[in-house]
């Protein structure tokens, strides 16, 4: 127990706080499967709107691991119409961690070869300081609100 006294506080409550949510997740998932085999925990929520030759994907909820492929998926579909346009809305996500982010720059990547323009409405406050850490917002478009995009889709 010691090393515990010895540890920072802000980075023990930042480590408890991941660590709470995958204990969370666990046991959501656990009574779950035990019931039904229905997803469970918060998910991710994705609206889709279509705007002349652009689309507008708006987030919800936590892209993670556990969501990841319901983003992929709806990416997949939307990109299949070849939109001059994806405008993925972060407003209204909760969590995004890394492998959200990968979900992200593999759209970037996809958009840099498919010939379409990939463009994000700036998140809250955490969501926002992850894309500017990893150097995300250097690399795409960020825009605070879908009617600045600039390309007619507002």
């Known amino acids: ?6 540890l920072d506080p802000g980075y023990l409550g930042h480590g408890l706080t991941h660590w709470a949510r995958f204990l969370r997740r666990t046991r959501d ?3 779950a ?16 709107e279509e705007r002349g030759d652009s689309v507008r994907l708006e987030l919800s909820g936590e ?6 492929l319901k983003l992929k998926a709806v990416l997949a579909r939307v990109e299949a119409g070849h939109p001059k346009t994806i405008m993925v809305d972060l ?24 010939g379409w323009r990939l ?3 700036k998140g809250p406050e955490p969501i926002d300081q992850l894309l500017l ?7 795409v478009d960020v825009v605070d609100d879908p009617d ?3 390309d007619g889709s507002g």
Not at 63 to 68: G, Y
Request: zero cysteines; charged letters at 25%; glycine letters at 14%.
């Open 29 to 31: 998932k656990a009574a």
């Open 91 to 114: 407003r209204r996500l909760e969590f995004m961690d890394s492998v959200g982010l990968g979900v992200l720059l593999g759209a970037l990547r996809r958009s840099r070869t498919g």
């Open 1 to 6: 127990m010691p090393l515990a006294n010895n």
């Open 119 to 121: 463009v994000l409405v």
């Open 148 to 150: 600045e995009a600039g």
């Open 33 to 48: 499967a035990s019931e039904e085999p229905a997803f469970s925990g918060p998910g991710l929520e994705v609206g889709v």
């Open 133 to 139: 850490i990893t150097g995300v917002r250097n690399l």
């Open 63 to 68: 892209l993670d691991i556990d969501t990841k």
